[in-house]
């Protein structure tokens, strides 16, 4: 039954030219292996976000699961109490952005499970994973052989697409950190290769150009705090990977991928490695750990150490991104450790 379903898909993908939206997969083993095209797809929104569970869903949560997705309607049309229910009842892992290349791990109705490549978890090899919309995800061959090849990042908090390097027609609005194959550049834009095959053009003040990932410079503490900044202000989202919201976690790691580090993407797995620093030596760029009980307990909060004895992080679902003491109180007691990512100590 699944080779038939996978043989008409296969026969559409003739017919529309080399289009393949995400097919139909039996995994006896629970995990794909190698790279077959069949087992991978890219996110085709600004940003996917990955469920828990597929279904579980609210009516308002429909512009996140939509595609195109709106981020900004659906954090700004959900309450407080909308907010705290998305981390109490744990109905989000993590989310990925415009391009980024998932593993498909398991189908359910409309719905996929899948790792995201590029976010470590020590749960799957493959990277964090969770539930999303399988109309979220496209398969292009343009796109996976230019996938690993010089790329445009976008530098902005947000920045939009454009279909001419006129920038008179919107495209999609990107986040900050989305990285997409370089294609070509004016004096004011570059060109950039879509999921789907299509073509693109960002603006150049709003983006940097790299032949690979290594070519992307080694950061200083300075240079990780001040990127930070960009999003000073920027409302909280549980699970949220970008620049139009973050989680504490969230935030710390997409402040280091930017910058060509990776890094664990939950506060709890980035409070093991690294390494340890005493509260003395602390330097810009550094990660601050908090834990319940005093400290003693599960860690459940991260912060980047902004130098001068202050900290800035995504706090929670009633504050926005900030910078503010270290010693602040109802911080400072729970201080679990502190842990160092930069190599040479820069």
Not at 112 to 131: H, I, M, R
């Amino acid at each position: 039954m699944e080779m038939n379903r996978w043989l008409i898909r296969l026969l559409t993908v003739l017919l529309v030219g080399g289009l393949l939206y995400i097919p139909s997969v039996s995994h006896a083993a629970g995990k794909p292996h190698g790279k077959d095209k069949e087992k991978t797809a890219y996110i085709d929104v600004a940003v996917a976000t990955l469920w828990t569970a597929p279904g579980i869903l609210r009516p308002v949560d429909a512009p996140s699961a939509s595609n195109p997705v709106d981020i900004w309607q659906w954090k700004n049309d959900m309450s407080y109490e909308q907010q705290v229910q998305l981390s109490d009842d744990g109905m989000l892992e993590t989310q990925a952005l415009y391009g980024n290349k998932v593993h498909i791990l398991e189908e359910k109705g409309d719905w996929v499970k899948v790792a995201v490549a590029g976010q470590p978890s020590p749960g799957d090899e493959l990277g964090y994973t969770g539930w999303m919309p399988a109309s979220q995800l496209v398969y292009n061959n343009k796109f996976d052989k230019k996938a690993e090849k010089p790329f445009v990042m976008v530098t902005s908090p947000t920045a939009f697409m454009y279909q001419t390097p006129s920038f008179r027609h919107k495209d999609v609005e990107l986040s900050f950190n989305t990285k997409l194959p370089y294609l070509g550049e004016t004096k004011h834009a570059y060109r950039v290769l879509k999921p789907d095959g299509k073509h693109a053009w960002i603006k150049k003040n709003d983006a940097a150009g790299y032949k690979s990932k290594q070519a992307i410079p080694a950061p200083t503490g300075e240079d990780l705090v001040a990127t930070g900044k960009q999003f000073l202000g920027l409302h909280y989202l549980w699970a949220g990977m970008s620049g139009f919201g973050f989680d504490c976690s969230g935030f710390t790691f997409t402040m280091y991928q930017s910058h060509g580090i990776t890094i664990p993407r939950d506060s709890s797995v980035q409070a093991k490695h690294g390494q340890p620093v005493d509260f003395a030596e602390m330097k810009p760029g550094d990660l601050l750990f908090f834990a319940h009980d005093q400290g003693k307990g599960n860690v459940h909060h991260v912060a980047m150490y902004a130098g001068n004895g202050m900290m800035i992080h995504s706090p929670n679902s009633k504050k926005d991104v900030e910078i503010i003491p270290v010693k602040t109180k109802g911080y400072i007691e729970e201080l679990s450790g502190i842990r160092r990512y930069l190599p040479d100590h820069k």
